[in-house]
């Protein structure tokens, strides 16, 4: 089954930027969703086929995905984007949807 | 408002089943394909079984294939998940997850989970 793979954690400064990579064999050619988690609770879509944004996601989140890496940008971070992320598709080879491995981002 | 409220988790035996439900309302239910997405405390998400908007097509994670069964009744707006011979390794907090008309496979909403804990 397809692995979509992701470093563990990530540390930022605030109103630094953090990318968050999201591994895959020829994930460019797959259209990649991003979602934010918070302890506690669910999941929250962030970034939908790679770089739309639903309606009420800041600006701030913003996404791209070429080759075998997609990524998902924070912008000008702040303390409340500490969470957990994770990348997510759709393997049509397979008809299963498939999350990658999370990233956990800490604010310093 | 969009809702999706899971419930039917618990404390259950190896070996033993369990129906976990999930009640939809603030949206057309079935309009929407549906999924089932289980977490294993402090671990990462795990999708695992997707059902067409009428019910007629379901996959599932190979993890709970021939296990587990996903089931909708659109009528009361509710997706059910029948689990079979639960293990231990099937403890997890398990949401149930809209997928958006918009996107491929996006999961746009999602419930506050419900957990079971396979366990004697």
């Known amino acids: 089954s397809y692995v979509l793979t992701q470093p563990p954690s990530v540390s930022v400064a605030p109103g630094q930027t953090a990318r968050i990579t999201c591994g895959g064999n020829?994930?460019?050619?797959?259209?990649v969703h991003w979602y934010q988690q918070k302890p506690g609770q669910a999941p929250v879509l962030l970034v939908y086929d790679d770089s739309d944004r639903p309606s009420g996601i800041p600006a701030r989140f913003s996404g791209s995905n070429s080759g075998d890496t997609a990524t998902l940008t924070i912008s000008r971070v702040e303390a409340g984007d500490e969470a957990d992320y994770y990348c997510?598709?759709?393997?049509?080879?397979?008809?299963?949807?498939?999350f990658g491995t999370g990233t956990q981002v800490t604010v310093l | 408002e969009v809702q999706l409220v899971e419930s039917g988790g618990g404390l259950v035996q190896p070996g033993g089943s369990l129906r976990v439900s999930c009640a939809a309302s603030g949206f057309t239910f079935s309009d929407h394909e549906m999924n089932w997405v289980r977490q294993v405390p402090g671990k990462g998400l795990e999708w695992i079984s997707y059902?067409?908007?009428?019910?007629?097509?379901?996959y599932y994670a190979d993890s709970v294939r021939g296990r587990f069964s996903i089931s909708r009744h659109n009528a009361d707006n509710s997706l059910f998940l029948q689990m079979n011979s639960l293990r231990a390794e099937d403890t997890a907090v398990y949401y149930c997850?809209?997928?958006?008309?918009?996107?491929?496979?996006?999961?746009?909403?999602w419930g506050q989970g419900t957990l079971v804990t396979v366990s004697s």
């Open positions: 020829n994930i460019g050619t797959k259209a």
């Open positions: 059902i067409t908007k009428d019910g007629s097509v379901v």
């Open positions: 997850a809209r997928e958006a008309t918009f996107g491929v496979a996006a999961f746009d909403s």
């Open positions: 997510q598709m759709w393997d049509s080879s397979s008809d299963q949807r498939v």
